[in-house]
Structure formats: structure tokens, C-alpha cells
């Protein structure tokens, strides 16, 4: 079946530094990969979105690599603030599509956690 | 801000009671989730709807059912309640389109003693 891992360790990083979390998943080829952030005691919210044949997008402090060779994306944040602390989900569209269901299957997250 | 409210925010409730949570959404999005999210699980989906009345199971849809009369409404009932239920409930919706990005409420805190 379908897995997707996290690293479930949590992310510590110094406020100013650069933080790259990883999401792998194996065993099929998703059409898009998607980044949330989530807040303690929140849901979860959209971040990014990149599609199968994109090998990057960039929004603002926020990067997104996909490397479907690797079946690996690389979420980064640059120039870090405390204010980035908070647990960061991947999500991939199952196998077959969500064409018909929206459906997400989502990793556990990495927590981050930026030190002033 | 999706316009999605879930009510209750907390509930405690007994063993072998019924329960019902609901969601409601303001801007008529056809797709409605409902999750569960627990330490070391992550996000697991219970049950999901696409359209008025048309529901399907998730992959942990044992011990609850769902329904959606209406485009707004999408309620979660746990039949008889057990401890392993006891969770944080999320609901969410998906915008239509190449890659359906999910919208979440602000979630259920349940226990069940």
C-alpha cells in the first residue's frame, strides 16, 4: 500500500537559519504533492501545492522541491522566524486521482521549532 | 478562511453513548471530510461526501456513520461511543479543481470515558 514518511523527530533550528523538512513516499507516482502548516489546538492549512511535472515553486519565504525519481519532496524556509514554529503536514492526491473523491492521503508531519 | 464551523469544540461523553458532530460550511463546496487525528497517526480519514446524500467510507469508518441532507451540513455520528474514539475530530473541504486543496475547521476535541 501506499506509504508516505516524515521525519517524526522534531525540527530544531536558530531563528535566521534555513529549515528543510523532508516528506518521501513510495509505492506509486502521485499527480501533485501539497504542504500544510498546523498550529497547536488548529486544523491544519493550506500551504503549497506542486505538480508532478514542476520541479520547484517558491512562495514568498516558502520553497517546494518534487523529485519523483527520488519520490521525495524537500520543503524549505528560508530566513526562519520563531513565528514558522508549528508542525508541517505533506499530503499527496491517492492512487487512482482525486478527480472524483478530492481525497488527500497525508504524512504524520515534522514538527519545527525556531529558536530565537 | 473556508467558512467552516464545527460544533461541538469539546464534548466529554460516556462509554456506549451516541454522538453526533457537526460541520457546516457557508460556500456550497460539494466535497466534505471528516478526520481523525491522533499522536502518532497523523490525519486518517473516517468518511467523506461528494454531493447531497452521496457518502463513502475512509479508512477508519468502523464504529461511525455519516450523513449530508444538505449542501452545508455534513454530521459525524459515533452510534455508541468507546475510549478508542476519544480523539480530535477535523472536518474539511476540498476546492474543486486540478488539485483539491483542503480547507480545514477548527476541530472537535471528543473524550470518551
Known amino acids: 500500500s501506499q506509504k508516505i514518511e516524515q521525519n517524526s523527530e522534531a525540527l530544531n533550528i536558530q531563528e535566521g537559519k534555513t529549515a528543510t523538512l523532508t516528506c518521501n513516499y513510495t509505492?506509486?507516482?502521485?499527480?501533485?504533492l501539497q504542504w500544510y502548516r498546523q498550529d497547536p489546538g488548529r486544523g491544519p492549512v493550506f500551504l503549497l501545492l506542486?505538480?508532478?511535472?514542476?520541479k520547484e515553486k517558491r512562495k514568498e519565504r516558502l520553497k517546494v522541491t518534487f523529485d519523483t525519481t527520488l519520490k521525495q519532496s524537500l520543503f524549505h524556509i528560508t530566513a526562519s522566524q520563531p513565528a514558522d514554529s508549528a508542525t508541517y503536514l505533506c499530503?499527496?492526491?491517492?492512487?487512482?486521482?482525486?478527480?472524483?473523491?478530492?481525497?488527500?492521503?497525508f504524512g504524520q508531519g515534522t514538527t519545527l521549532q525556531v529558536k530565537p | 478562511d473556508a467558512g467552516i464551523t464545527q460544533s461541538p469544540r469539546h464534548k466529554v461523553t460516556e462509554t456506549g453513548t451516541p454522538v453526533t458532530l457537526r460541520c457546516h460550511q457557508t460556500e456550497n463546496h460539494r466535497y466534505m471530510y471528516w478526520y481523525r487525528q491522533d499522536p502518532g497517526h497523523g490525519l486518517r480519514l473516517i468518511h467523506y461526501?461528494?454531493?447531497?446524500?452521496?457518502?463513502d467510507k475512509g479508512e477508519v469508518s468502523d464504529g461511525y456513520s455519516v450523513s449530508r441532507s444538505k449542501t452545508e451540513d455534513f454530521l459525524l455520528t459515533l452510534e455508541s461511543a468507546t475510549s478508542s474514539q476519544t480523539s480530535v475530530y477535523f472536518c474539511?473541504?476540498?476546492?474543486?479543481?486540478?488539485?483539491?486543496?483542503?480547507?480545514f475547521g477548527p476541530g472537535t476535541r471528543l473524550t470518551v470515558t
Open positions: 509505492n506509486y507516482s502521485p499527480a501533485y
Open positions: 461526501s461528494y454531493g447531497v446524500k452521496d457518502t
Open positions: 499530503a499527496l492526491d491517492p492512487p487512482g486521482g482525486s478527480s472524483n473523491t478530492g481525497k488527500l492521503i
Open positions: 506542486i505538480r508532478e511535472n514542476e
Open positions: 474539511a473541504i476540498s476546492v474543486a479543481g486540478v488539485a483539491y486543496e483542503q480547507y
